[in-house]
């Protein structure tokens, strides 16, 4: 009895351990696009320009600073930021698919 219950257990905890590391994996993928600054541009207009839905724009603001090392908000007409674009893996799954469909169609 005492095995089938430390058997029990140590099943129970290993697959809570894989639940746990699927759940709590991001599925995101940051697809480069490379913009230049024009004026009247601010950092919070182009990432409201280049947020998803449901993604909060401050949190895009410090994916571009970080990505182009900004340290303020300052931006320079002419000047190229590369801005990381939140995907997530249906999101790519799904654009592969349609690529694949307009090929078939050809």
């Keep these: 009895m005492k095995k089938f219950l430390l058997a029990f257990l140590l099943g ?3 697959s809570g351990g894989f639940t746990y590391m699927t759940v709590s994996a991001s599925p995101e993928i940051y697809e480069k ?8 541009d601010t950092l919070w207009d182009i990432a409201a320009e280049w947020s998803g839905r449901d993604e909060d724009i401050r949190e ?3 994916r571009i600073q970080k ?13 190229r930021l590369v801005i990381p674009i ?8 799904a ?3 349609e ?5 078939a169609r050809l």
């Design 12 to 14: 129970a905890m290993i």
């Design 33 to 40: 696009q490379v913009i230049t600054v024009h004026t009247g």
């Design 60 to 62: 895009v603001i410090l």
């Design 67 to 79: 990505e182009n090392k900004l340290k303020g908000s300052h931006l320079a007409v002419g000047q």
């Design 86 to 93: 939140r995907k997530t893996v249906a999101d790519v799954v």
């Design 95 to 97: 654009e592969h698919n």
């Design 99 to 103: 690529r694949n469909a307009r090929v």
